[in-house]
């Protein structure tokens, strides 16, 4: 089978420092590089280098961002004929800064990723037949966003949605067109209007969100965890013990992982141990994509720690 991913596509332009700035503050950093990111290429090259036969639909701008980012992607294996070069903006860029505990903040340019439209539905429409999994993000036009997962809807495709950025106004009609979402707990709390303070905040948020319409609820809880609920059952996911050096693309990782494991006919909660690995060893190393964990470095970590 086959995963699409319909999302962002940016280039990262991330600088380290020891502390992250106040408000009115300036701080050094101690180094600066660019690397290829965007929530929806993060997750399309999560899936990819666990060996997921792996389509990307989205846009570039006419720059040399933007052909990087198509040879990044296609160095990958990553099927890129659903992504138009749009001449009339930018790239999209994502501006990082890291601090030395690997926590960050992201300010979001999105350029071509802004322009999606019906058009981009339409590119996807035509690949999705053979899909297994579409993997949504919302650093492109909400109601791109709502097409794509209404046409997959219809055809019987999982969608898996991951709601960040959150929105001013989550559409409460976009649940029941989602299988699987995963915000993390920021997020959550914007969706159900208070903090997840405790285990049975956490409980009462999962109970809310499910019945929207959702099925499958993962609130991905950072070094806490995740939790997983359905209306059937409701777990708290361990976190795994890694040395993580940078979060960034974490998320990502979360949910290529989700979307290769399931892509693979492996039950929910075989592919949330795949989407929890994933995530946790894309923190050991800086950046996104570069970080993310192959195949070989997935099934050696499940070796080591389950067999």
């Known amino acids: 089978m086959t995963i699409v991913v319909f999302g962002s596509i940016n280039m990262d332009l991330i600088a380290q420092t020891a502390s992250l700035p106040q408000l009115g503050e300036t701080v050094m950093g101690s180094q600066f590089i660019t690397l290829p990111g965007g929530k929806g290429a993060n997750q399309a090259v999560a899936a990819a280098k666990l060996k997921t036969v792996t389509y990307i639909v989205g846009r570039v701008g006419g720059d040399n961002l933007g052909l990087e980012l198509l040879q990044t992607l296609q160095q990958f294996n990553i099927n890129t004929e659903g992504v138009l070069i749009d001449q009339t903006i930018s790239s999209g860029v994502a501006m990082i800064s890291v601090e030395k505990s690997g926590e960050n903040t ?8 802004h322009n999606i439209n019906e ?8 690949i999705l037949p053979q899909t297994k999994v579409l993997l949504l993000q919302l650093e492109i036009p909400l109601k791109a966003v709502e097409m794509a997962a209404k046409e997959a809807k219809k055809l019987g495709v999982t ?8 929105p001013d106004k989550f ?5 029941s067109l989602v299988d699987i979402i995963t915000p993390n707990q920021t997020e959550t709390e914007k969706l159900v209007g208070f903090p997840l303070s405790n285990a049975e905040k956490i409980k009462e948020a999962a109970y809310i969100l499910l019945n ?13 965890g995740a939790f997983f609920a359905t209306q059937n059952e409701q777990n708290f996911i361990p976190p795994l013990q890694v040395d993580a050096v940078d979060t960034v693309g974490a998320g990502d990782g979360f949910n290529g992982g989700i979307a290769a494991a399931l892509d693979r006919g492996l039950s929910i909660k075989e592919a949330l141990q795949w989407g929890t690995i994933v995530g946790a060893l894309t923190t050991t190393k800086p950046g996104a994509q ?10 050696k970590f499940i070796q080591n720690k389950y067999e």
Not at 216 to 223: A, D, H, M, P
């Open 106 to 113: 992201i300010i979001v340019i999105p350029g071509a990723n």
């Open 119 to 126: 058009v981009d539905v339409t590119r996807l429409v035509e």
């Open 159 to 166: 969608v898996i949605l991951d709601p960040a950025p959150m």
């Open 171 to 175: 559409p409460d009609h976009l649940y």
């Open 212 to 224: 929207k319409g959702v099925a499958n609820l993962i609130i991905k809880l950072g070094e806490k």
């Open 290 to 299: 570069t970080a993310l964990p192959d195949l070989t470095m997935l099934e």
